[in-house]
């Protein structure tokens, strides 16, 4: 099946720093997603991508989606304690009503 | 909008019983999802249903069966509980047109 390497699985951080995560593919994405999930929560939808060249932001945060259309980006600028938690990325090929989900980046935010 | 709703929030079951995931939503969204998630592994398609009556599989349905006989409820069924089915289970919905999933809190099942 399609698979969604992300990449890096954690990262440790210092309060204030930028942080920048990413999905890569063998396959061509028609969507990407990204989402957060903290401890004990569902995942919460942060942005959605649905153009090659794509960017988005949303406050902090701001997501790409590859030219090739087989990876996605995920910045996180001046990072604050409450950005702690799982941060998935999820793709959609062409015709398909599923999502395949990347295993996630760990961030750990330090005050 | 209460959003995506999910019942119970946890439960233990031994080997062998059975037991019903109930999932809701209020968006009136024809498509929904059931999702595993075991440690460091992500999200796995368990079924998934494009309306009420049509249900599909997706990537790891053994052990499991789904309903969906209105547009709001698509509950998750385990027959015959094993050890490999603990894990946190999440269900999604989505409108037609957009991609974008919406998730539930999830249910944490562990199965002794």
């Not at chain 1, 990072?79 to 950005?83: E, L, N």
């Not at chain 2, 209020?26 to 969204?29: A, L, R, S, T």
């Given at each position: 099946g399609q698979q969604l390497n992300q990449s890096p699985q954690s990262m440790f951080i210092q309060e204030g720093e930028d942080v920048s995560m990413n999905c890569t593919s063998s396959s061509i994405f028609n969507t990407w997603l990204w989402y957060k999930q903290d401890p004990g929560e569902g995942p919460v939808l942060l942005i959605a991508l649905y153009k090659a060249g794509e960017l988005t932001s949303n406050g902090r945060l701001t997501a790409q989606f590859g030219i090739t259309r087989k990876d996605s980006f995920l910045n996180i600028s001046a990072?604050?304690?409450?950005?702690v938690g799982i941060y998935f990325c999820a793709g959609r090929i062409s015709g398909s009503e599923k999502l395949v989900f990347g295993k996630g980046t760990k961030l750990t935010v330090n005050p | 909008n209460a959003g995506v709703t999910q019942t119970p929030k946890f439960r233990i079951l031994k080997i062998g019983q059975s037991m019903t995931l109930q999932c809701a939503q209020?968006?009136?969204?024809n498509y929904m999802y059931w999702y595993r998630q075991d440690p460091g592994m992500g999200l796995k398609l368990i079924y998934y249903s494009v309306g009420a009556g049509i249900t599909d599989k997706g990537e790891v349905p053994n052990g499991y069966n789904v309903s969906r006989s209105t547009t709001e409820d698509f509950p998750l069924r385990l027959e015959l509980a094993a050890p490999s089915q603990t894990s946190v289970y999440f269900c999604a919905s989505r409108e037609q047109g957009s991609y974008e999933q919406y998730f539930g809190p999830g249910t944490r099942l562990t199965v002794t």
């Open positions: 990072s604050i304690p409450s950005d | 209020d968006m009136n969204h």
